[in-house]
């Protein structure tokens, strides 16, 4: 029997600045955008510590177009996806490595970015049968 090989990423944590939104020379639509993840412990001496961790997000088509119309910066979202790592060669030949979530789905846990109302909500076919802040997509 075969192995199989897992790339799965779960998150909940709060944006960390709006989604931007492009598009690529192939046509297809991506949005970008950082997710802060927060975690606590006590140490030996009683203290509480605590350690922001910044995450760089990727949703690609519908999905880049939902995030973009319906979340903002101080929202708290839930976004499951798989990890990539790009690397590239700048203009002074320095190389650059990049570990991002590539989104499959994203959920909307909190409003406190988004104060614009109903306007600019996905349609009932964007929605995932899930639930109504749930959102799906695939690259």
């Known amino acids: 029997m075969a192995q199989r090989d897992l790339n799965k990423v779960i998150l909940i944590g709060n944006i960390g ?10 046509g297809s639509v991506i949005s970008t955008f950082s997710l802060a993840t927060n975690t606590t412990w ?3 001496d009683g203290v509480r510590n605590e350690r922001t961790e910044w ?6 088509n519908r999905l ?9 910066k101080g929202d708290q979202i839930y976004v499951e996806g798989r990890l990539r790592t790009r690397s590239w060669n ?5 190389r650059h490595h990049r570990t991002e979530v590539i989104t499959e789905q994203m959920i909307k ?3 406190q970015g988004n104060k614009e109302g109903a306007e600019g909500m996905p349609t009932p ?8 802040n749930q959102y799906t997509g695939s690259h």
């Open 90 to 94: 700048d203009e002074k030949n320095e």
């Open 17 to 26: 600045r709006d989604p931007d939104l492009r598009q690529t020379d192939n």
């Open 109 to 111: 846990l909190s409003h």
């Open 125 to 132: 076919e964007d929605i995932s049968q899930a639930g109504e």
């Open 64 to 72: 880049a177009e939902i995030c973009h119309q319906i979340i903002r």
């Open 55 to 60: 995450h760089n997000i990727v949703a690609w």
């Open 42 to 44: 006590m140490g030996r």
